[in-house]
């Protein structure tokens, strides 16, 4: 029994779900490949120390040589214990028509999402070849704008100095009117004064 115990302690490395399926059949199994392994004596190599190796060295030795021969016994049991395989399970025909259906549908969406957002990008940059147009088309106008904008305040500016010009002429005329006004009121004065003399 306690070698079954060291054979289930040696194959410990494998996962718990694979441990805990080992039966009693298997146990029986490995005991008795034990036992049949250990029937045959083969004959023992010894080697002798080497020169000037102290007793506790060759004890360490020892220690060592037991431990890696425990190692190999848990490696040897790791082959008489029965593993679960690694392979994947193959999948059925009709799993493989779902599995290609159901990519060929992503990937119709996909290319009909993609052709979307192409028209809409294509959409988008028409607008944007109209906006760039209708942008140029109002810089126009705005500096037509600005340059009638620029020719009426030229203008007023002329109107201007024109009326200050008139102006200053009105101003002229008024004074030279009341001079000659002034002048023929005292014309008239001394032609009445020299009638009277006369």
Known sequence: MDRIKRELKCGSHLSPQAGAKVTL??????????????????????????????????????????????????????HFTPTKSNALKKLRPHDEDIINATLLQATTSLTARFDSQDEKLEEMANQM????????????????????IKDCKEKCLETRNLLLGLTSSHKDQASRTSELERYKKKMESLDQRYNREA
Not at 56 to 72: G, H, K, L
Not at 129 to 148: D, G, L, P, Q, T
């Open 25 to 78: 059949a298997k146990c029986v199994y490995v005991f008795k490949m034990r036992k049949s392994s250990q029937q045959t004596n083969l004959p023992k190599i010894i080697i002798p120390p080497a020169r000037g190796l102290t007793p506790a060295s060759i004890s360490d030795d020892s220690e060592m040589e037991a431990q890696s021969a425990q190692t190999d016994k848990c490696r040897d049991s790791s």
């Open 129 to 148: 070849r109209r906006n760039s147009v209708m942008i140029a088309e109002i810089f126009k106008a705005v500096e037509f704008n600005a340059a009638e």
